[in-house]
């Protein structure tokens, strides 16, 4: 990703273990250009649940996620 100029890396003048990455503006342009062909994706897969299955999927998804940010939080 660094060679197509997506992201930049940077080491910590502290410590040089620690490499810093952000998303330059072309990898912002590529994620923006992909986010309706994944939504269109989505939306094909999922189009068979009802709207309150769609609702309770979202939750459970959104639980997932806060356990994941929770754990990453406290290393």
């Known amino acids: 990703m ?3 100029g997506l992201i930049a ?3 910590e003048a502290q410590d040089r273990r620690v490499v810093k990455t952000r ?3 072309e990898g912002l342009r590529l994620l ?3 986010d309706q062909p994944v939504h269109e994706l989505h939306r094909r897969q999922l189009r ?3 709207a309150k299955q769609l609702r309770q999927l979202s ?3 959104d639980r ?3 356990q994941v940010e929770e754990a990453h939080s406290q290393d």
């Open 9 to 11: 890396r940077a080491r």
């Open 32 to 34: 923006h250009e992909l």
């Open 48 to 50: 068979h649940l009802p």
């Open 59 to 61: 939750k459970l998804l």
């Open 64 to 66: 997932a996620r806060e």
């Open 23 to 25: 998303i330059t503006a």
């Open 2 to 4: 660094e060679s197509r």
